[in-house]
């Protein structure tokens, strides 16, 4: 069974997929893994293990939380960016271990008509820079 390691954590489980062994089979592991995922090293630190445990139960492993996860590692948009003429904020955040920043450049590297941004955060932005996020978002809207 393939080990996914996060940090120096390592769960002895599948994300999703068919069989036993799959996070979505364990709720707990999914909350952990899921919280490990979402913020910083730095920003889980700062709240604490009691908020740390309390988003643990909160990151459930629900019905459209597993569709979405199983379509974002089976479905390929690529081919259909460069068609994109919406104005579009790409965001990327440079701790995100749920998308790497790799991805969000990437992704603003193929849509013509994108801004792109970095936060120094994991992949909940909102969350861990939650002003500076809410600034950057007012100021595309303001200018698109």
Same mark, same amino acid.
């Given at each position: 069974?393939?080990?996914?390691?996060?940090?120096?954590?390592?769960?002895?489980?599948?994300?999703?997929?068919?069989?036993?062994?799959?996070?979505?089979?364990?709720?707990?592991?999914?909350?952990?893994?899921?919280?490990?995922?979402?913020?910083?090293?730095?920003?889980?630190?700062?709240?604490?293990?009691?908020?740390?445990?309390?988003?643990?139960?909160?990151?459930?492993?629900?019905?459209? &939380?597993? %569709?979405?996860? @199983?379509?974002?590692? #089976?479905?390929?948009? /690529?081919?259909?960016?460069?068609?994109?003429? =919406? *104005?579009?904020?790409?965001?990327?955040?440079?701790?995100?271990?749920?998308?790497?920043?790799?991805? &969000?450049? %990437?992704?603003? @590297?193929?849509?013509? #008509?994108?801004?792109? /941004?970095?936060?120094?955060?994991?992949?909940? =932005? *909102?969350?861990?820079?939650?002003?500076?996020?809410?600034?950057?978002?007012?100021?595309?809207?303001? &200018?698109?």
């Amino acid at each position: 069974m393939p080990t996914i390691t996060v940090g120096t954590a390592r769960i002895p489980y599948r994300i999703v997929g068919d069989g036993p062994d799959t996070l979505a089979d364990d709720p707990v592991a999914f909350g952990r893994y899921a919280t490990l995922t979402a913020f910083s090293r730095g920003f889980l630190n700062r709240i604490g293990r009691e908020a740390v445990e309390a988003n643990t139960s909160y990151m459930q492993p629900t019905p459209g &939380t597993l %569709r979405h996860i @199983a379509l974002d590692l #089976t479905l390929d948009l /690529t081919p259909l960016l460069p068609r994109v003429q =919406a *104005p579009t904020l790409v965001i990327g955040c440079t701790q995100d271990a749920t998308v790497p920043v790799e991805n &969000t450049r %990437r992704l603003h @590297a193929a849509l013509p #008509t994108s801004t792109y /941004t970095e936060f120094d955060t994991g992949h909940i =932005a *909102p969350a861990e820079e939650p002003a500076a996020f809410l600034k950057t978002v007012r100021d595309f809207f303001a &200018t698109a």
